[in-house]
């Protein structure tokens, strides 16, 4: 009887073990917001964490960020990008034909991007999903005219 006690203990103890590794690797693939270089004076509206508990598990951080001093999204696009250029950051395609996709030095991150109303779109359209709480952000920054882009910052290949 003791020894299917300790049995029992045992497997607990290698089942807990187990599962507290899956949370560390997917913690450990988790990014930084502050790890992206933004336009200086941009905002961070809101972000969400989102997480593949698959076999490679990750988390990724969509954000929302707007910037005021921009007339469109579309200026604040084409700064962002440059922004990301001037830290080293390469440029490379999107998922869809409104998002632009920058990786960072060495690989470490990589960030998907597209003005509001290009992710709204791609939404509407079907191409890519979004939380609830990124498109509805995204949804106030049309209707106040503000200058947003919508972003996913995952870890890279590296």
């Known amino acids: 009887m003791t020894a299917g006690r300790l049995g029992l203990g045992l497997a607990l103890l290698v089942t807990a073990a187990a599962l507290a590794g899956c949370g560390q690797s997917a913690k ?3 990014p930084d917001v502050s790890q992206l270089p933004l336009v200086q004076g941009a905002t961070v509206v809101t972000q969400v964490r989102e997480c593949d508990k698959g076999a490679n598990a990750f988390c990724a951080i969509e954000l929302v960020v707007a910037d005021r001093r921009y007339k469109t999204s579309d200026d604040l696009l084409l700064s ?3 922004q990301l250029l001037s830290h080293g950051w390469s440029g490379a395609g999107g998922d869809t034909g409104n998002e632009r996709a920058a990786d960072s030095p060495g690989h470490k991150l990589r960030l998907t991007y597209a ?3 290009g992710d709204l779109q791609g939404v509407e359209l079907g191409q890519i999903k979004r939380p609830g709480k990124i498109w509805i952000a995204l949804s106030h920054t049309l209707f106040d005219q503000v200058p947003a882009l919508s972003m996913m910052l995952e870890v890279g290949n590296s």
Do not use: M, N
């Open 28 to 30: 450990s693939r988790t």
């Open 80 to 82: 962002e990008h440059h």
């Open 115 to 117: 003005t509001a109303t």
